[in-house]
Structure formats: structure tokens, C-alpha cells
């Protein structure tokens, strides 16, 4: 299998303009996280799926950031409008099932800059 | 609110030293504990993980405890090597929540092992 696959690798924009991350997870995984990850906090869990479905956002920092899993094959994060407070490694995480053996692969990550 | 500590928080070694990375976590009602490695610039990788009901696991070099009643783990990499170089995170899954997946990570330990 390809893993968990990001894009875009990385990215740099302006203030104030829309970002949008994307994800496909491992196939055959039912869950799908995204976590951000800075110097100062670390990894965070922003919002998870199950089945396509969101089922915690508590993560999500304001309303600016939105995530979407339209199918079992596609996820985005989109920020907007961006904020140099943004600038981080957005990760982007998949499982399969809901028991403790269970193993989460992390895709290789989207950096965000904002300027 | 599951606070999860990792010390040290970098480590410098020769070659072929056995080592140790401490992982303690406030809560001890946790499902499992994970150990991660992220090398620079890219995502994280699995090493181990460790149920709520086990004591140890061991891949290869690297052998995991938990302790759980204490909120303590332990990795332990045996004859280290100039490519065991990374970064080293700690995870754990709380009990009683929605999602296995659903990570608390300590901060790392940046583990540099010089020839």
C-alpha cells in the first residue's frame, strides 16, 4: 500500500489567503485524523473521522479551520483566512477499526507557512 | 486532561551505547501507549505499542515498558546507532473515549547518536 498520502508537501502564502490540505488515507481505513504539529504545542489532534463522519473537532482552534471527508478516499483541511499563527506541520492520519492493537500511520506531513 | 512528559528532552550518545527515554502520563486510565520516531522533515513511524494490559514489547534493538498504575513508560534501544538519530515521541490513548486513534503525544526526545 502507498500509505497515507499529503498534499502539498509544502506551501507558503500570504496572509490572508485560503489554504486547502489534502489527505487519502490508507485504503480500507475507516479512521482519519488530523493532527498539527509547532515548536511551542507540539502534536495536536485538530478533528477526526470515522466511516466519513466527523466525530470530534473540539481540536480545531477557531473557525477559520474547516475539514471536510467527502469519501472513504479524500480528506481537506482548509484555513481561511490563513494567519502567520498557522505556520506548522499539518499531519494527516489514518487506522483501521476502533480496537486498542490498533496501529495509526501518519502521512509525511503538509508545511504550512504563512507570511 | 491527559498531560503526557517525556525526558530527556534531547540526548547525545556514542555509538553502540544502550539507552533509555522515559514517557510518564498524568492519567493512567489509557487504552494503549505507542512509540513513535519522526526523522527530520517527515512524518512519524510506529515503533511500538504497548496495550494497557501488557507489560513489554519488543521489536529488534528497542524494547518498550509500561507501568501503567505508575503513568510510566520506557524505551530502551539497545547498541545505538548513528541511524537511530531521530526524534522519539510518546503516545497515549485515554480510556473511555470515541477513538482508539485519538493521540496525547509528550514533546520528544531528540536522540543524536555521533559515530
Known amino acids: 500500500d502507498a500509505g497515507v498520502i499529503q498534499s502539498p508537501r509544502h506551501e507558503v502564502t500570504e496572509m490572508g489567503q485560503e489554504v486547502t490540505l489534502r489527505c487519502k488515507p490508507i485504503s480500507g481505513h475507516d479512521y482519519l485524523f488530523w493532527y498539527r504539529q509547532t515548536m511551542m504545542r507540539g502534536l495536536e489532534l485538530l478533528i477526526y473521522?470515522?466511516?466519513?463522519?466527523?466525530?470530534?473537532d473540539s481540536g480545531m482552534p477557531e473557525d477559520r479551520f474547516s475539514a471536510k471527508m467527502p469519501n472513504a478516499s479524500f480528506s481537506t483541511l482548509k484555513i481561511q483566512p490563513s494567519e502567520p499563527r498557522d505556520s506548522a506541520v499539518y499531519f494527516c492520519?489514518?487506522?483501521?477499526?476502533?480496537?486498542?492493537?490498533?496501529?495509526?500511520?501518519f502521512g509525511e506531513g503538509s508545511w504550512l507557512t504563512v507570511v | 486532561k491527559q498531560e503526557v512528559t517525556q525526558i530527556p528532552a534531547a540526548l547525545s550518545v556514542p555509538e553502540g551505547e544502550n539507552l533509555v527515554l522515559n514517557c510518564s502520563f498524568t492519567?493512567?486510565?489509557?487504552?494503549?501507549l505507542q512509540w513513535f520516531r519522526q526523522d527530520p522533515g517527515k512524518g512519524l513511524t510506529s515503533l511500538l505499542l504497548?496495550?494497557?494490559?501488557?507489560r513489554e514489547q519488543t521489536s529488534g534493538r528497542l524494547n518498550a515498558s509500561l507501568d501503567k498504575s505508575s503513568g510510566r513508560s520506557t524505551l530502551y534501544i539497545a547498541a545505538s546507532q548513528p541511524g537511530d538519530s531521530a526524534t522519539y515521541l510518546c503516545a497515549v490513548v485515554n480510556a473511555g473515549g470515541t477513538s482508539y486513534g485519538k493521540l496525547t503525544f509528550g514533546q520528544g526526545t531528540i536522540l543524536t547518536v555521533h559515530p
Open positions: 473521522f470515522n466511516n466519513n463522519v466527523p466525530i470530534d
Open positions: 504497548i496495550q494497557s494490559s501488557q
Open positions: 492520519a489514518s487506522s483501521r477499526g476502533a480496537r486498542p492493537g490498533n496501529t495509526i500511520y
Open positions: 492519567d493512567s486510565a489509557i487504552y494503549n
